[in-house]
């Protein structure tokens, strides 16, 4: 049973920071990629981050290039999103998602998400 789930969430002062966590089970962690998408209510969902199955490779949105760090632990299943100077515009619901895919099948899975919420 594949399980994807996020922690860490919470209402944090602008300039504050937040780690997210995201426990995997269920699945081969390390031949993903792993990504995080947010979405407020109305909007579509967007990717945050993403990196690569072994962590070489990462990307980021423009809206939190040089704050924000996606990591990986492959031995731990667990993908994280450090977020630093944090502004009101990046309140959301976080999603984990994990995407493989192969020339016959794709595989992509969520979690059930985490709200932040920036806001003095």
């Known amino acids: 049973q594949v399980q994807l789930v996020e922690s860490g969430g919470g209402l944090v002062q602008p300039g504050g920071s937040l780690r997210l966590s995201c426990a995997a089970s269920?699945?081969?962690?390390?031949?993903?990629?792993m990504s995080w998408y947010r979405q407020v209510p109305g909007k579509e969902r967007e990717l945050v981050a993403a990196?690569?199955?072994?962590?070489?490779?990462?990307t980021y949105a423009d809206s939190v290039k040089g704050r924000f760090t996606i990591s990986r632990d492959n031995a731990k299943t667990t993908v994280y999103l450090q977020m630093n100077s944090l502004k009101p515009e990046d309140t959301a619901v976080y999603y984990c998602?994990?995407?493989?895919?192969?020339?016959?099948?794709?595989?992509?899975?969520w979690g059930q998400g985490t709200q932040v919420t920036v806001s003095s």
């Open positions: 269920g699945f081969t962690f390390s031949s993903y990629i």
């Open positions: 990196i690569t199955s072994a962590g070489g490779i990462t």
């Open positions: 998602n994990a995407d493989r895919r192969d020339i016959l099948s794709i595989y992509y899975y």
